[in-house]
């Protein structure tokens, strides 16, 4: 790729050819690449820095393709593989549970830079999960490991986990916690409530 290429442009293009060969799981008709650009769009909406929105294209590269995060990080350097590394589920040999909880668990301690690719990942995705509820008329998790309890579990502690030590008024946590409760129908007093009465 030309020198002149600035690192978002290579991120991308490097992303498109990572995932050319892939479609999203449970929308055949539409490619992989869709979804991190997507991301990449939100955090760009929002002010993100440059490695941001470049490692925002890249995040399921080392989860999904061929490349490796040492091939990130030998083209796009430290930083940006960071970024990466902190996004990615790269070890799957563990039950989804267990995995799910280590990611939560991961996050909580991060500074909010790292946390971005995931926040926008997440609301990316569940702006996705709402639509598609709409389109069909019915909540349809039939493209996901888990049905919607588990869902639910997942996104609902991830998002109290991504707004530990920040400010929950901040508009990328807004955002995330309207579209969990719009998917899941009740807000997160609601459910974190229920699960205190249990």
Known sequence: MSENVNII???LMFAIIAH???????????PAIVHPIAV???????????????AS???????DTKFTLEDIKRIFGEDI?????????????KPWEERKQNKINKMREKVLRDKLIVIADKIS?????NRIFKEKGYKDLSAFNRGEEKQEWYYRNMYKSLVTNEDAQDSLFIRL??????????TMEDYF???RGM
Do not use: T
């Open 9 to 11: 442009e290579k991120a």
């Open 20 to 30: 050319s060969a892939q479609v999203r799981k449970g929308k055949p008709e539409e």
């Open 40 to 54: 990449a769009e939100i955090l760009r909406c929002y002010g993100a820095d440059r490695n941001v929105i470049a």
């Open 57 to 63: 294209y890249l995040h399921d590269v080392p989860e």
């Open 81 to 93: 593989a960071h970024l990466v590394e902190v996004a990615s589920e790269l070890d799957k040999s």
């Open 125 to 129: 995705n569940i702006e996705d999960m």
């Open 177 to 186: 916690q309207n579209g969990i409760d719009n998917a899941f129908g009740r």
């Open 193 to 195: 409530e229920d699960e």
